[in-house]
């Protein structure tokens, strides 16, 4: 994990990777209206400060339902803290955030509730040491959604057949590689039976070698349907995977679009020099990158 950021535990990531699913957002009068409109959430004028340092500053976004969703762009842009807004793991200072719609910014909101409905896929995975494979799918679900012993075990062994490691429920998880464990994260989050899935840089920790697996896992949830929200550098899998791409830098959404358009054509000189370092980083020149703020013009197609 990045320095800087603090690492969730396995009691929050068992708590946050419960269900998510999109209802629709809005502004907090019109949920009702936003859930027709099949919004999973809704970001509206967002901002969030450590201190004096501005983080996010004034974001206006939103993911449909069945919708994927891919944020790029440089470390301390914001992509993470963007993300931990979602389900409330960092309070934003201003701004409205409506999950499913609820406005999860509400005061009075029952977060434990909507947090129940959204998977979330930390950089570490989280897991608790001393329980097995199997016994980490099954703790949230016994303890959270009060299932039976014999249903979480049905549950369990179905999302870790999901992703391929039928064959480990017994290992814990210093017994397994470091994709092994990622993968039975995702796998503890879909037996939470969520709607939605928030993926904070699931490959960063990872050895190149391991990334493939836990990217076909996501190509997989992609293509039945699941609403992702998904903070990465893999920029193979943003352009084949991702419905929508959107690059932040600074704090601010700079540019959005399809895959093609802002990965393959972007418009924005910040986009163009980001995806050249990431995309051929041999090729890089030591010099200053466009600065960009609250007043970029943004880029949306």
């Known amino acids: 994990m990045k320095a800087g950021k603090e690492p969730a535990s396995?009691?929050?990531?068992?708590?946050?990777?419960?269900?998510?699913?999109?209802?629709?957002?809005?502004?907090s009068g019109q949920a009702g209206q936003a859930g027709q409109a099949g919004q999973a959430i809704e970001?509206?004028?967002?901002?969030?400060?450590?201190?004096?340092?501005e983080v996010l500053k004034g974001i206006d976004f939103s993911v449909g339902r069945g919708e994927v969703v891919c944020v790029i762009g440089p470390s301390g842009s914001g992509k993470s803290t963007l993300l931990r807004c979602v389900n409330l793991l960092e309070e934003p200072?201003?701004?409205?955030?409506?999950?499913?719609?609820?406005?999860?910014?509400?005061?009075?909101?029952?977060?434990?509730?909507?947090?129940r409905r959204i998977g979330m896929v930390f950089q570490s995975f989280n897991l608790f040491p001393h329980l097995t494979?199997?016994?980490?799918?099954?703790?949230?679900?016994?303890?959270?959604?009060?299932?039976?012993?014999?249903?979480?075990?049905?549950?369990?062994?179905?999302?870790l057949r999901r992703v391929g490691l039928s064959e480990k429920?017994?290992?814990?998880?210093?017994?397994?590689?470091?994709?092994?464990?990622q993968r039975v994260a995702i796998a503890r989050a879909l037996s939470m039976d969520p709607e939605l899935m928030l993926f904070d840089e699931p490959t960063s920790a990872l050895d190149p070698e391991?990334?493939?697996?836990?990217?076909?896992?996501?190509?997989?949830?992609?293509?039945?349907?699941?609403?992702?929200?998904?903070?990465?550098?893999?920029?193979?899998?943003?352009r084949e995977v991702a419905d929508r791409v959107v690059f932040m830098d600074g704090g601010v959404i700079v540019e959005q679009g399809t895959p093609d358009r802002v990965v393959g054509d972007p418009q924005h000189e910040r986009t163009r020099t980001f995806l050249a370092r990431v995309l051929d980083p041999a090729a890089a020149e030591v010099g200053?990158?466009?600065?960009?703020?609250?007043h970029t013009k943004r880029v949306d197609r």
Do not use: W
Request: with cysteine; hydrophobic share 35%; aromatic share 2%.
């Open 93 to 115: 200072t201003s701004g409205t955030v409506t999950v499913a719609g609820t406005e999860v910014t509400d005061p009075d909101v029952d977060i434990d509730r909507v947090r």
């Open 210 to 238: 391991l990334v493939g697996d836990v990217l076909a896992v996501m190509r997989s949830l992609a293509r039945e349907g699941m609403t992702m929200l998904v903070v990465t550098h893999e920029m193979s899998f943003a």
């Open 133 to 159: 494979a199997l016994e980490n799918l099954t703790i949230a679900q016994r303890r959270v959604l009060r299932r039976g012993k014999e249903e979480a075990n049905r549950v369990a062994r179905r999302n």
């Open 169 to 181: 429920e017994a290992a814990y998880p210093a017994q397994l590689s470091g994709g092994q464990q």
């Open 288 to 294: 200053e990158v466009p600065d960009v703020g609250p």
């Open 43 to 53: 970001v509206q004028d967002l901002h969030k400060a450590f201190g004096d340092l």
């Open 10 to 27: 396995p009691e929050q990531a068992c708590q946050s990777g419960q269900s998510g699913q999109s209802g629709q957002s809005g502004q």
